[in-house]
T-cell receptor, first 112, second 115 residues
Framework: GDSVTQKQGQVTLSEDDFLFINCTYS??????LLWYVQYLGQGPQLLLK?????NKGISRGFEATYDKGTTSFHLQKASVQESDSAVYFC???????????FGDGTQLVVKP | EAAVTQSPRNKVAVTGGKVTLSCNQT?????MYWYRQDTGHGLRLIHY???????EKGDIPDGYKASRPSQENFSLILELATPSQTSVYFC??????????????FGHGTKLSVL
């Protein structure tokens, strides 16, 4: 069945460090790929959508690139800030039956 | 901005008791969902609904019931609560997966502790 995999449970960085969060997916159909962010005490909210038109999604300095060959859409940011501390979820929308699959989430801690 | 409101924000229940979690959305979305979030498991879908009167089983429906009496309201019901149901529960609404807008709008969550 369809699934997404995030292997990093927690990432700890210092301000201005480069962020890379790994996410791979498995599907037999044509997916829509999303990243959600969850700040402390809140529900998840959409961060960005990766479109297959240009294979990339960009929002608030975050970027994710879709790679069909490696079935991945890793999340990156050139320079993180303390305010980026949150849990990041990758998600796959399986378009044929409208199911959405979330990864287990990656806790990002950014130290000042 | 779309709004999803959950109540209560925190709930302590006893084993074997009945628990009802409520969710209200003002987005006029057709679809609503209940997820639970546990460390190491991410977000897991319990029940969802396509509209008033409909409920569908998600990936982990056992021990839960759902009710969608209107477009705006979607409840999650634990008839006989167990400690394994201690978790944070999120309600979400959305227009249509795979269509113009794939966003789900989540509430702030309900922290449930079953003692």
């Amino acid at each position: 069945g369809d699934s997404v995999t995030q292997k990093q449970g927690q990432v700890t960085l210092s301000e201005d460090d480069f962020l890379f969060i790994n996410c791979t997916y498995s599907t037999t159909t044509y997916p829509t790929l999303l990243w959600y962010v969850q700040y402390l005490g809140q529900g998840p909210q959409l961060l960005l959508k990766v479109t297959t038109a240009n294979n990339k999604g960009i929002s608030r300095g975050f970027e994710a690139t879709y790679d069909k060959g490696t079935t991945s859409f890793h999340l990156q940011k050139a320079s993180v800030q303390e305010s980026d501390s949150a849990v990041y979820f990758c998600a796959l929308v399986e378009n044929s039956n409208n199911r959405i699959f979330f990864g287990d989430g990656t806790q990002l801690v950014v130290k000042p | 901005e779309a709004a999803v409101t959950q109540s209560p924000r925190n709930k302590v229940a006893v084993t074997g008791g009945k628990v009802t979690l409520s969710c209200n959305q003002t987005n006029n979305h057709n679809n609503m969902y209940w997820y639970r979030q546990d460390t190491g498991h991410g977000l897991r879908l319990i029940h969802y609904s396509y509209g008033a009167g409909s409920t569908e089983k998600g990936d982990i429906p056992d021990g839960y019931k759902a009710s969608r009496p209107s477009q705006e309201n979607f409840s999650l019901i634990l008839e006989l609560a167990t400690p394994s149901q201690t978790s944070v529960y999120f309600c979400a609404s959305g227009d249509a997966w795979g269509a113009r807008d794939e966003r789900l709008f989540f509430g702030h969550g309900t922290k449930l502790s079953v003692l």
